[in-house]
């Protein structure tokens, strides 16, 4: 069941990594690329992450505040007095509405080198970390010790990415309850 998971999980990141890039090489060469390329795959990336932390028995949302929290530990701003503080909002989050302006709020805070980009420039950025995701779940699926890191790292990374996918297409999620909220 868990390999028929992964093996899942793995395709579908695979096309949402493909449909990035190809949304991108379009761009790049003045040829038609279709915004939905993108918006889907983001749903796709909050579709797998939801399902895979399911089907191993993890708490997506607080997979996804403890990633957080590493994050912004690694970083200077985390030293400021009034220092956005990702994992306490992204535990609070009930929809998710709520969850993409926490990776907003995190991406701001965190990332100016990225969020200073250009929008296409970001995307760029963003299709290499989905490529990365496919990669590593498919490995998940011939490894058994690569899971620990899916479940660790790759999961959380991947509902964040889902969410930066749809912020940088200017699409806001709608206020749905999140899986067990």
């Known amino acids: 069941m868990i390999d028929d998971t992964y093996l899942q999980a793995s395709v579908r990141l695979a096309r949402a ?22 918006t889907e795959s983001g749903a796709t990336l909050r579709e797998v992450a939801t399902d895979l932390a399911a089907a191993i028995g993890e708490d997506l949302v607080e997979l996804y505040a403890a990633r957080l929290a590493q994050i912004e530990q690694r970083g200077v701003a985390a030293a400021l007095p009034d220092a956005f503080d990702g994992p306490a909002e992204a535990r609070d989050a009930q929809t998710w509405f709520d969850l993409q302006l926490v ?4 991406d701001r805070h965190f990332h100016p080198d990225v969020a200073g980009l250009t929008k296409y420039d970001q995307l760029r950025h963003y ?10 779940v498919s490995g998940g699926l011939a490894d058994e010790s690569r899971r620990a890191d899916v479940a660790e790292r790759r999961l959380a990374d991947t509902l ?15 206020p749905i309850p999140l899986p067990g909220r």
Do not use: I, P
């Open 127 to 136: 299709a290499f970390h989905v490529a990365k995701l496919a990669a590593a």
């Open 17 to 38: 990594a493909g449909d990035v890039a190809n949304y991108c090489d379009s761009v790049e060469h003045n040829e038609v690329a279709e915004r939905a390329w993108v």
């Open 160 to 174: 964040l990415f889902g969410l930066t996918l749809a912020t940088v297409m200017g699409q806001r999620l709608e």
């Open 103 to 106: 990776q907003v709020q995190h």
